[in-house]
Each structure stands twice: as C-alpha cells, then as structure tokens.
C-alpha cells in the first residue's frame, strides 16, 4: 500500500502549486518589529485542547484506511481521560468518528481534510506572559509537493479561526514535526526538512534559522542534518530528538545497522551531546532505540517504512501517550525511560501498528493549544 514514507502518491510540482495558488496561502511577515514577547510553549506545559485530524482515506491507505481509523480512535480516548481533544472530521463520516474516538471530553470539528497528520497541518500556537494567543502558519505544501494537500493547508487557518487567535503566516514553508522546543529559547531541527528547495528555494540555513527564530520566540537554534529523500518529511525532528526539559533531551538511537538512521541517528547524538541550550547550559542526553522485533503484522510485515519510533511520543496534561509496538523488552525499556524522564505523568502506551505502516507516529497525528 502506499505509505507516507514512500513517494507513490506524489502529484507533479506544477499541479501542487496550483493547489497552493487556489487556497490562497502565500507567505507574509509573521511578525511586526516589537512583537518579539510571543514564543511558543514547551508541549508539556499545560493545554487547553489537544487535536486529532479523523482523515483516512481509502484512496490513500487503502486495505488500512478502517485500521488507521481504529488507530486514531484509540489514541483519541487515551488524550480525552485527560484533557479535552478535538477530532477534526469530514461531514459524512462524523458518526463513525464518534463511534471510534468517543464523546467523552472531546468535540468534532466538521472540515474537508486530506489525511490524517495534524502536526503538519495544525496551526503552531504561540503565547505570551500574558494570555495572547497567536496561530501560526507554515504554509503547509504537501512536505514540498509529494502529495495532495489543498484541503489540509487550510487546516491552520480554521484552527486559529476557532479558537480566536491571530493567525499568521511565516515567510517560511515547514510543518509542525520539523519544531522542537523548550519553551524557553532553544529550537532543534534538521536541516534536511527546512534547508531544502522543495520548501524554501533559494533560503540559507542563516536566513532560515532568523525567520524560524522570529516567528518561535527563539534565541538558538542545534540543527541536526537529517537525511532527505528517505520518507516524505526529509526527516522530521520529532522523529530524531525531543526536549524534556530545558536542558534535557531524549534522542533516538537506531542500533539496526542495516537502518538507513543508523548512521545518522550517531551523528545527531554526537552534536547533542556537545551542544549548550539558549542559556549556555549543555544538553543532558536521553537514549531510545526503536524495537528490533515488533510485532507481526500486515502492518510491519515486508515494510520497510514501518515506522517504530518510541520517541514519536505525544506530551499532554498529566500523560505521555506512548506508542507500543510487542516488543516486550523495548516497549518495556521505553516504558520505564518515559517513566523516569515524566515522573509526574502517566506513561499510556498504545497500539499505532497501522499509522506506523505510513511512516508516521502519536505525535504526528496530533497537536495541542496551549492554556491561556
């Protein structure tokens, strides 16, 4: 089936462009001079709402589409014990959204979507001391025209219209998977998602770490170089690295020499451990490995796509929700890392076989405002 790491459903770069012309998202300024009290927040600071986009399709996932829909429905239920979420779905399948991801703390937002992976295409929330709210938009473009996307790009949009806040757009193409931060002025990103000419021709990695330092509130940027072409995103961070805390974070760490991230995840770990946050503190680095033996299934089975990361984890009030994947000593190792790092938090961990055979992960599918 295709999959989000693979590049079968990829439109020509002329047909995307028109998309993007239609929907009207064209890059303005994100921010006047004087506005530099906005930042965004750490995820693990207190949220209002988490989001879920209720979007398989069988067009796209085929023989899966009712499994990636079982698979959101679970991940909806495990965040709604805890906080409020809201499940973004298409008119005519509202009921069976209901039915999977429950009523319970959780509302429906009836939208057109094109798939399924919220944190690209929700708007970035930013805040200030104060209570202000601003949604930010990355112009979301199919993760540089791989895929149909004139629905999902005006996901941000609707958000920031729904929940009140200023919506603005960065100069920048990029999506919310290629943003990690601490809340407190440091970024960490690849290079290989924002320094590329699929989103922003012509852009060095100067002018894009000072447009992405301006609109985020940022004062330093570690960028990691990722690895292009081997999954639709050009490798996104949160795939390869997270902020626990201010000074602290867990990386991914792929002992599978036959892995394409083998290699690479080494070389981000090296430059981890040598770098200082915005305030000149250097990183104490966590470690997780993905499983070598996860479980059999039509899902992972003869895919090499299979995406079974434990660092694709999703923060929100009082809970991580954590994938697991039958690996009982990784899922265990994980488990107790997680437990460890989030002493205060609920480790949750939950079945995502069918979202993992896109590429993706918990944290890919979904996205948070925070309390203001």
């Known amino acids: 089936?295709?999959?989000?790491?693979?590049?079968?459903?990829?439109?020509?770069?002329?047909?995307?462009?028109?998309?993007?012309?239609?929907?009207?998202?064209?890059?303005?300024?994100?921010?006047?001079?004087?506005?530099?009290?906005?930042?965004?927040?750490?995820?693990?600071?207190?949220?209002?709402?988490?989001?879920?986009?209720?979007?398989a399709q069988e067009a796209i996932w085929e023989d899966f589409t009712a499994d990636v829909q079982a698979a959101l429905g679970?991940?909806?239920?495990?965040?709604?014990?805890?906080?409020?979420?809201?499940?973004?779905?298409?008119?005519?399948?509202?009921?069976?959204?209901?039915?999977?991801?429950?009523?319970d703390n959780t509302r429906f937002l009836v939208t057109?979507?094109?798939?399924?992976?919220?944190?690209?295409?929700?708007?970035?929330?930013?805040t200030t001391e104060e209570g202000g709210l601003t949604a930010l938009d990355f112009n979301f473009n199919g993760w540089g025209n791989?895929?149909?996307?004139?629905?999902?790009?005006?996901?941000?949009?609707?958000?920031?219209?729904?929940s009140g806040a200023r919506h603005?757009?960065?100069?920048?193409?990029?999506?919310?998977?290629?943003?990690?931060?601490?809340?407190?002025?440091?970024?960490?990103?690849?290079?290989?998602?924002?320094?590329?000419?699929?989103?922003?021709p012509g852009w060095s990695r100067d002018d894009v770490e000072a447009e992405l330092k301006a609109c985020l509130g940022l004062r330093k940027i570690i960028w990691l170089p990722g690895i292009r072409g081997k999954d639709i995103t050009d490798a996104h961070v949160d795939f390869y690295a997270r902020f626990v805390s201010p000074g602290v974070v867990i990386a991914n760490l792929d002992t599978d020499p036959e892995s394409y991230d083998h290699e690479v995840t080494r070389a981000h770990l090296e430059i981890l451990r040598n770098a200082t946050d915005a305030e000149g503190r250097k990183l104490t680095v966590h470690t997780v490995s993905p499983p070598l033996k996860p479980r059999k299934s039509p899902f992972s089975r003869n895919n090499p796509d299979f995406a079974a990361g434990y660092i694709n984890y999703f923060v929100i009030n009082g809970a991580v929700i954590a994938p697991q994947f039958g690996d009982r000593e990784a899922d265990r190792a994980a488990f107790e890392l997680l437990s460890g790092l989030y002493p205060d938090r609920d480790i949750v961990q939950v079945e995502i076989d069918a979202i993992a055979a896109g590429g993706g992960g918990i944290h890919c599918v979904t996205h948070q405002m925070p309390w203001v």
């Not at 979420?85 to 959204?97: G, Q, S």
């Not at 057109?112 to 930013?126: K, Q, V």
């Open 168 to 200: 603005l757009r960065s100069e920048l193409v990029g999506e919310g998977g290629g943003i990690e931060v601490d809340g407190h002025g440091t970024g960490i990103m690849t290079e290989s998602c924002w320094v590329n000419g699929n989103r922003n």
């Open 112 to 126: 057109e979507l094109d798939d399924i992976w919220m944190r690209d295409i929700g708007a970035n929330f930013l």
């Open 74 to 103: 679970r991940i909806a239920r495990a965040i709604a014990r805890y906080q409020p979420v809201t499940v973004l779905c298409r008119e005519d399948e509202r009921e069976l959204a209901e039915e999977l991801c429950g009523s």
């Open 146 to 162: 791989k895929q149909r996307h004139s629905k999902d790009a005006r996901i941000a949009a609707l958000l920031a219209g729904q």
């Open 1 to 55: 089936m295709p999959t989000r790491r693979q590049f079968i459903r990829q439109v020509s770069v002329a047909s995307s462009l028109g998309l993007i012309a239609s929907s009207g998202l064209l890059p303005l300024r994100a921010f006047a001079a004087g506005d530099d009290d906005w930042f965004m927040p750490d995820e693990g600071e207190r949220q209002r709402h988490a989001f879920i986009a209720f979007g």
